[in-house]
């Protein structure tokens, strides 16, 4: 079984910054693409950002030059760097990893329970 464990949601005002973390742990030999997603009351959850384990990433345009994920392969751990804040950021974050769950390479597909974030004055 793995867990995916998310923190650092909160409050924050307009043009602030926080920063997620994801950590994962249990029976695990590897992950590969790791990510952020949310979702918005009303509306279809969305990706923001994922990162391969080399380290490519890709975003989506509406937080480009704004947000940065980044990963610690040896902690098993994303995270996603927000700045320059807007209220429509507002959503439950949810991390996503696609864990290497057997010694001959199996991927499992796992989310973590979210984290609200809410910017607003």
């Known amino acids: 079984q793995v867990q995916l464990v998310e923190s650092g949601g909160g409050l924050v005002e307009p043009g602030g910054s926080l920063r997620l973390s994801c950590a994962a742990s249990?029976?695990?030999?590897?992950?590969?693409?790791m990510g952020w997603y949310r979702q918005a009351p009303g509306k279809q959850r969305e990706q923001v950002a994922i990162?391969?384990?080399?380290?490519?990433?890709n975003y989506a345009d509406s937080v480009k030059g704004r947000f940065t994920i980044s990963r610690d392969n040896a902690k098993n751990t994303v995270y996603l760097q927000m700045n320059s804040l807007k209220p429509e950021d507002t959503a439950v974050y949810f991390c996503?990893?696609?864990?290497?769950?057997?010694?001959?390479?199996?991927?499992?597909?796992?989310w973590g329970q979210g984290t609200q974030v809410s910017v607003s004055s």
């Open positions: 996503n990893a696609d864990v290497v769950t057997t010694l001959w390479g199996a991927l499992n597909n796992y």
């Open positions: 249990g029976r695990l030999f590897g992950i590969n693409t």
């Open positions: 990162i391969t384990r080399g380290g490519s990433t």
